[in-house]
Each structure stands twice: as structure tokens, then as C-alpha cells.
């Protein structure tokens, strides 16, 4: 059984940080590229930040130079370190992996809450 399991949301201050994680089980977590995206109220899903296979990264322009995705494949993690928090950074937070071989296998986390506000 597939799982992804997000955490480290929460309330934080403009200016602050948080490092989101997505602990995933139930695959070959290395053929995984992974993603986090974003869903604030109202407004429809977009992606924050992608990671491939090898580590190559891509970023949302909103979030670039404040934002950092990594993996381990090790631990089967993803990150997302979040800095510089803004308002408007306020939404759910999922976790998304795509298999890069078979391409229409796809999953996705529950979500956690980051709230930004003063």
C-alpha cells in the first residue's frame, strides 16, 4: 500500500521558516520524481517545486531564492524548505510522485496546513 505522509505545517510569522517533509512507503521511492504543490482557498492547485530522479530542481517564480526542494532517497523523504514566508504563501501543501517509468502512475499526500500569518 502506497503512502505519503506530509508534515512540518504550521503557523509561522511573515519572515519565518518551515521545512516540510513527505515520508512516502509502498514504492521504489528512487524512480520517483516528486513534487510539492499548493492549494490556497479559493484558488485551484499549482506547483511549488519539483525534484527529479537525479536531483535536478525547478521552482514556481513566486517562490524561487526563498524555497528548497531536496530528497533522500535513503530515508524516502522529500523537504521542502520554506524561507522568508510570505502572506500569500498561506495554503495546503501536498506531496506528489510521479513514476518515470510508468508515467500514469501517480500519487499524492493528504496535505498539511502552512498558515502565514502575523
Known amino acids: 500500500q502506497v503512502q505519503l505522509v506530509e508534515s512540518g505545517g504550521g503557523l509561522v510569522q511573515p519572515g519565518g521558516s518551515l521545512r516540510l517533509s513527505c515520508a512516502a512507503s509502498g514504492i521504489n521511492f528512487s524512480i520517483y520524481a516528486m513534487g510539492w504543490h499548493r492549494q490556497a482557498p479559493g484558488k485551484q492547485r499549482e506547483l511549488v517545486a519539483q525534484?527529479?530522479?537525479?536531483?535536478?530542481?525547478n521552482y514556481a517564480d513566486s517562490v524561487k531564492g526563498r524555497f528548497a526542494i531536496s530528497r533522500d532517497n535513503a530515508k524516502n523523504t522529500m523537504y521542502l524548505q520554506m524561507n522568508s514566508l510570505k502572506f500569500e504563501d498561506t495554503a495546503v501543501y501536498y506531496c506528489n510522485v510521479q513514476n518515470t517509468i510508468v508515467t500514469t502512475i501517480s500519487y499524492w499526500g493528504r496535505g498539511t496546513q502552512v498558515t502565514v500569518s502575523s
Open positions: 525534484i527529479t530522479r537525479g536531483g535536478t530542481t
